[in-house]
């Protein structure tokens, strides 16, 4: 149904993005997302967790949209960009 074009360079990414990925793919294919504003699910954020350090998840995400995404080097660099401004406005509330 989809086509999940991320097994490209899924080892490179550590299995990091992979659900990132899959969301990437959806809109693709539907074309539009809608946003669930309640709270499904809680989770914590563990010091030391791969994901808990942005610095080094700016390189893995740069690879995803040029490698899975087939971006341009200006466009990888502006989605990184929005990115990380949005895990800053999230995470510094």
Same mark, same amino acid.
């Given at each position: 149904?989809? @086509?999940?074009? *991320?097994?490209?360079?899924?080892?490179?990414?550590?299995?990091?993005?992979?659900?990132?990925?899959? *969301? +990437?793919?959806?809109? @693709?294919?539907? =074309?539009?997302?809608? /946003? @669930?504003?309640? +709270?499904?699910?809680? $989770?914590?954020?563990?010091? /030391?967790?791969?994901?808990?350090?942005?610095?080094?998840?700016?390189?893995?995400?740069?690879? *995803? $949209?040029?490698?899975?995404? @087939?971006?341009?080097?200006?466009?990888?660099?502006?989605? +990184? =960009? #929005?990115?990380?401004?949005? =895990?800053?406005? #999230?995470?510094?509330?």
């Amino acid at each position: 149904m989809f @086509n999940l074009n *991320f097994t490209i360079c899924q080892e490179e990414l550590n299995s990091l993005l992979d659900n990132y990925a899959f *969301f +990437v793919d959806v809109i @693709n294919v539907e =074309g539009i997302a809608y /946003g @669930n504003p309640k +709270v499904l699910a809680k $989770y914590r954020i563990r010091r /030391g967790a791969l994901t808990s350090n942005k610095k080094k998840l700016i390189v893995k995400h740069y690879k *995803f $949209y040029r490698n899975v995404s @087939n971006q341009n080097i200006i466009k990888s660099s502006i989605s +990184v =960009g #929005k990115w990380a401004i949005n =895990g800053l406005i #999230k995470y510094n509330k």
